[in-house]
């Protein structure tokens, strides 16, 4: 079982910048995909950012060119670096992990889950 926590969510103003992070403890998530999905109130949770096993990076339309995914294998690390933010960035943050490596790209595909961090973004 692969246990995950998120930090480093709050509150920003437009243009300002937040750094996610999520440490994995508990099974080694060596081998998973790595993924930041994001869910507004009434909606389902979409795939933000996602790091394969192989390292292949997938983003969100949305986030290209503002967010950045990386991950720190030493440390069981994923981070998710947010740039150029905007009030409809505004959502709860998971960190969310996959056996087998492959990003599915739709929340159902994912067994592990943090339990997620606010990001609000103001006008």
């Known amino acids: 079982q692969v246990k995950l926590v998120e930090s480093g969510g709050g509150s920003v103003q437009a243009g300002g910048s937040l750094r996610l992070s999520c440490v994995a403890s508990?099974?080694?998530?060596?081998?998973?995909?790595m993924a930041w999905f994001r869910q507004f109130p009434g909606a389902e949770r979409e795939r933000v950012a996602s790091?394969?096993?192989?390292?292949?990076?997938r983003y969100i339309e949305s986030a290209k060119g503002r967010f950045t995914i990386s991950q720190d294998n030493a440390r069981n690390a994923l981070y998710l670096q947010m740039d150029s933010l905007k009030p409809e960035d505004t959502a709860m943050y998971y960190c969310?992990?996959?056996?087998?490596?492959?990003?599915?790209?739709?929340?159902?595909?994912?067994?592990?889950w943090g339990q997620g961090t606010q990001v609000t973004v103001s006008s």
């Open positions: 969310a992990a996959r056996d087998g490596g492959y990003c599915y790209p739709h929340s159902i595909g994912y067994r592990h």
């Open positions: 508990g099974d080694s998530a060596s081998g998973y995909c």
């Open positions: 790091i394969d096993s192989s390292g292949s990076i």
